[in-house]
């Protein structure tokens, strides 16, 4: 009999591991339990769909359900949920269609991704009040927006427009959704509120690049309500205004984005160690603590090249990574999954921020470095090229080594690229000299001879060396 | 007496030098020769002045004259010429007014640039026919541009306007400068005839980035005349013809842009040794074969990351860095000149190409290494999102080892910044396993989930361990 390759969830860890077993192996029989309908889509693309930038919910499927099935010979079996492991007769428990069997299996890769975290608002089940994760709630959303908020707004004001004739909504958290919302929203004619608990949004980009960001999302006309606590939400069988400690706003719809919660319980009740995040803890290779069990993707940890530490930072590319080495350590070929440098960027209406390893003082602390930072501001073009734009950067390096830890950068044009310098370096563990030393492309229209990430390595250099 | 730090040219290299040096110690004598009138200037910018993006001419000075002798305290001396070097002695003979003499130095750097070559073509000294590579040559070729070109296409066809009324102007070599020259010129709606010796464009960019660029080239109207040798220029007391081997081509002003030669002159006169490439030999601190005698910038010798064998690849950020490390070693601090990667990037049209490190087969051969290369080709952005253009990237690595060793890339949108990857990559000595691993930045607006260099970086990986 043929080995037999179970994975639980068919997003981008799963479907990545199932599609290079296969490829590497066809021998294999590689069974997908996928509880939705969804499967191998860019949950990361759902404001695009809000926004209208993205026609079809369909658009943002990478690979359709037929072509795994047909064309990769997977065995994708969607609407079947796994509701529990045997790590020691190695079989899970699948529930479909209202019944309930065990399948076996010789490897399995728990990828049950996370979900948006849900806070204990009052009135979260109102109508009008969304999460945004999975793309049934997209669907809903857009949904809810078209019919229930822009209908009102189109014909002059329906029941829960804004009473100036703008409809109002609010989102609730400032991280990457919450800004990409508003910036969906915005684009829709809508007045936004943006409420955030912390003194700025982005955090994991730090205050430096948050500064400018608030700046821009005010410019534009979003309400920003930063320090603010949402206490619940109003409304008679539907969404009305969003109350927080002090006030509450005239909003029709509100999505709430507060951040996700790694799906650990799965693994965690089958006997699978959790790292301290609350994901499921897993070494070099991906490997749990239970015997040929594997997990990847948003559930599970990873480690930071930086501090080479577990980390939890779910993000598309490192469960799109880690599916596919495990598929390739199925078949025999013992591939790590990789480490991960925390890197992100984010396009917040007009501007670019963007993020690489440690930048919090508190957290470089930890991991025993003695962080010192710079922020510098460099033009995006020669001075002389037209339509240039500033480019701010923050770099963070540690006194006794000199080794970069992570830089942070906001502008108009050229960040989130510019930041994967800064990653590879992070990555070669290389020191900030090393950085300042580094060939970079250059060309008028594209950089200034010192590229901003070697003018602010020079500054942190000499800072370094006080 | 204080230590004297003389400088022989007024540019990248020297400047950066003679600034960092006094910014180091401010008791030192520092003393610039410049034999023109321009100082601190970015010749990068000229094809971007003869098109009109820039107004003047000072507009590229990046710190004029005047600030180099009043903020910076440095004893700028422009319109002297040191025409010889007696490192015995340590004085050089300068020559001003027509006076000439000569200066002690303790510390001497010679930072006398490149020229562009001038092929022995019939006709070279016509009225009408340019280099391009000082500030007074772009000078002479827009104010030549302005009078003689376009005020007769304006008035209805001059004296040299091309029969169909459009004038016609012609670019010998495909290089950087050329590509540019012909932007600027087709700026103006000028027809454009551009002359290759060599079967492609950018030569250093490799084949497959060339085949990109001269179709694009082609589609917006240049009139490409690849692996054609231009004999010479013909006309009546100004230019009106470029003639090849088989044809002659109408033309009223044509630029010669075949490359640039390093001015090592005056140090082999001296005694210095020169490189293979006939630029000046220095080490890693910049220091020529001559006691106390340094040499940076585009008539200097730098080492390739890659191979750490010299290489002469003069473009502005490597003589910022060398003449800026000189300076600071210069105050008693040795501080290395740094390595570089023949990182390059250029815009043709709506095109951008970039490339880094060792794409020729042969020349990596040279070198020890079995090279194997990919091309992929990637979109910019997630597939969903709008806008997003082909990036294609060719990638390079070491059979033996499985080193990255070079990589190009050509596309509309996110070249420039994405080659910094892979630059970085060369400088840490990454393989492509390592390359394939990096935690680089993604958002839907931005990037696929796998950037460019990511799925280049799996295929490649993959033929590596065929």
């Known amino acids: 009999m043929s080995h037999r390759f179970v994975v639980v969830g068919g997003d981008a860890a799963g479907m990545s591991a199932a599609s290079k077993a296969k490829r590497e192996n066809s021998d294999l029989d590689v069974v997908v339990f996928e509880k939705g309908e969804w499967v191998s889509y860019g949950a990361c693309g759902l404001p695009y769909y809000v926004k209208g930038d993205v026609e079809e919910l369909e658009d943002l499927v990478a690979v359709p359900p037929e072509a795994f099935r047909e064309k990769r010979d997977i065995d994708l079996r969607t609407g079947h949920e796994v509701t529990a492991i045997d790590a020691e007769e190695k079989q899970v428990t699948v529930r479909a269609n209202g019944e309930t069997f065990t399948e076996p299996y010789d490897t399995l890769l728990v990828a049950t991704g996370a979900r948006a975290i849900e806070p204990p608002f009052d009135g979260m089940d109102l109508p009008g009040v969304f999460t945004l994760h999975s793309m049934e709630s997209g669907e809903r959303l857009r949904e809810y927006l078209e019919t229930e908020v822009l209908a009102g707004t189109a014909t002059?004001?329906?029941?829960?427009?804004?009473?100036?004739?703008?409809?109002?909504?609010?989102?609730?958290?400032?991280?990457?959704?919450?800004?990409?919302?508003?910036?969906?929203?915005?684009?829709?004619?809508?007045?936004?509120?943006?409420?955030?608990?912390l003194p700025h949004v982005l955090q994991p980009f730090g205050p430096e690049v948050a500064d400018v960001v608030e700046e821009h999302l005010r410019d534009v006309g979003v309400n920003l309500h930063l320090d603010t606590r949402v206490e619940g939400f109003l409304g008679e069988g539907a969404l009305e205004a969003v109350e927080t400690e002090s006030d509450a706003y005239e909003a029709s719809l509100a999505v709430v984005g507060v951040g996700v919660a790694p799906n650990a319980e799965l693994a965690a009740e089958a006997g699978a160690e959790l790292g301290d995040s609350g994901a499921v803890a897993v070494d070099e290779y991906g490997r749990t603590s239970l015997s040929d069990v594997f997990s990847a993707g948003d559930?599970?940890?990873?480690?930071?090249?930086?501090?080479?530490?577990?980390?939890?930072?779910?993000?598309?590319?490192?469960?799109?990574?880690?599916?596919?080495?495990?598929?390739?350590?199925?078949?025999?070929?013992?591939?790590?999954?990789?480490?991960?440098?925390?890197?992100?960027?984010?396009?917040?209406?007009?501007l670019q921020a963007a993020r690489t390893g440690i930048l919090d003082e508190a957290r470089a602390r930890n991991h025993g470095f003695d962080p010192v930072n710079v922020t510098i501001t460099a033009s995006s073009r020669a001075h002389y090229y037209p339509g240039g734009s500033d480019i701010q950067v923050t770099l963070v390096g540690d006194r006794e080594t000199g080794r970069v830890l992570g830089s942070s950068m906001v502008g108009e044009e050229g960040v989130?690229?510019?930041?994967?310098?800064?990653?590879?370096?992070?990555?070669?563990?290389?020191?900030?000299?090393?950085?300042?030393?580094?060939?970079?492309?250059?060309?008028?229209?594209?950089?200034?001879?010192?590229d901003p990430v070697?003018?602010?390595?020079?500054?942190?250099g000499g800072k370094l060396e006080d």
């Open 299 to 350: 559930c599970a940890e990873a480690t930071h090249t930086v501090t080479q530490a577990p980390d939890f930072v779910p993000l598309a590319l490192t469960a799109n990574r880690a599916g596919r080495a495990i598929g390739q350590t199925v078949t025999g070929d013992p591939t790590p999954v990789g480490e991960i440098a925390g890197t992100a960027t984010v396009k917040a209406f007009d």
């Open 416 to 450: 989130p690229k510019r930041i994967d310098t800064v990653a590879t370096a992070l990555h070669g563990g290389m020191t900030v000299q090393e950085l300042q030393n580094l060939d970079l492309a250059y060309a008028p229209p594209f950089s200034p001879t010192w």
């Open 156 to 197: 002059g004001g329906g029941s829960r427009g804004a009473s100036d004739g703008d409809a109002a909504v609010a989102v609730i958290g400032g991280g990457y959704v919450g800004i990409e919302m508003a910036e969906a929203f915005a684009e829709h004619g809508l007045e936004v509120h943006l409420f955030e608990m």
């Open 454 to 460: 070697l003018t602010a390595a020079k500054v942190l």
